[in-house]
């Protein structure tokens, strides 16, 4: 069973408006989240990530909310550009072994001209 | 700085034939580990490796092992393929502390028939 999700598989922006990307997770011991970007025939690249004591982290056009009682993140992209089109995947893990890593099964941005 | 390496790109194999896909990093990265990436089920964690001589399972693990004799690579070796092995496969390293992200290679691209 997944312990996170990503229940949205695509999503298709306009140019120059927000693109918001969901993460659900259901192990409450994650305490640390990140975001990859995967364009097509490359690895993923990390984007941004946040840990459990904030709930809030921005990093120019990206901003990852954390809802904890929730457990529920969130990628908004503001704005949102054509070259931003790739595979978005969230990752979590756990202080108890931070060297597993448990992803999402990401989510397809695509942001039309 | 090449960062993570991966060979070969892509590969074909028959049902029961063994191979090796190889990953070196050049960044000095004590954790290495390896993902195999499925449709609608994102990136699993087959093994990991925290330094040279060490190494675990990860949620995955069945059909896959591994050695960790230098820093630098980390090859996975399939013993006996099986057409369930087929799927993209991802290395990634990072530094051995809780804020480290992940960097991943390119893939390996596997077909098992």
């Known amino acids: 069973d997944q312990q996170v999700k990503q229940n949205s598989p695509s999503l298709s922006v306009q140019e120059g408006r927000i693109s918001i990307l969901n993460c659900d997770y259901t192990?409450?011991?994650?305490?640390?989240f990140l975001w990859y970007k995967k364009y097509p025939a490359e690895g993923p690249t990390f984007l941004i990530s946040?840990?459990?004591?904030?709930d809030k982290n921005e990093d120019g056009r990206f901003t990852v909310f954390l809802n904890k009682s929730a457990k529920h993140l969130s990628l908004h992209i503001v704005p949102s550009q054509p070259g931003d089109s790739a595979v978005y995947f969230c990752?979590?893990?756990?202080?108890?072994?931070?060297?597993?890593?448990?992803f999402g099964s990401g989510t397809k941005l695509n942001v039309k001209p | 700085n090449a960062g993570v390496t991966q060979t070969p790109k892509f590969q074909v194999l028959k049902t029961g034939q063994s191979m090796t896909l190889q990953c070196a990093q050049d960044?000095?990265?004590?954790?290495m580990s390896w993902y195999r990436q499925d449709p609608g089920m994102g990136l699993r964690l087959i093994h990991y490796?925290?330094?040279?001589?060490?190494?675990d399972q990860g949620e995955v693990p069945n059909g896959y092992n591994v050695s960790r004799s230098t820093t630098e690579d980390f090859p996975l070796r399939l013993l006996s393929a099986a057409p369930s092995q087929t799927s993209v496969y991802f290395c990634?390293?990072?530094?051995?502390?809780?804020?480290?992200?992940?960097?991943f290679g390119n893939g390996t691209r596997l077909t098992v028939t």
């Open positions: 990634a390293s990072r530094y051995q502390n809780r804020g480290s992200p992940l960097h």
């Open positions: 960044m000095n990265h004590e954790y």
């Open positions: 990752a979590a893990s756990a202080a108890y072994n931070f060297n597993k890593f448990y």
């Open positions: 192990n409450s011991m994650f305490d640390y």
């Open positions: 946040i840990s459990s004591i904030k």
């Open positions: 490796s925290v330094g040279a001589g060490i190494t």
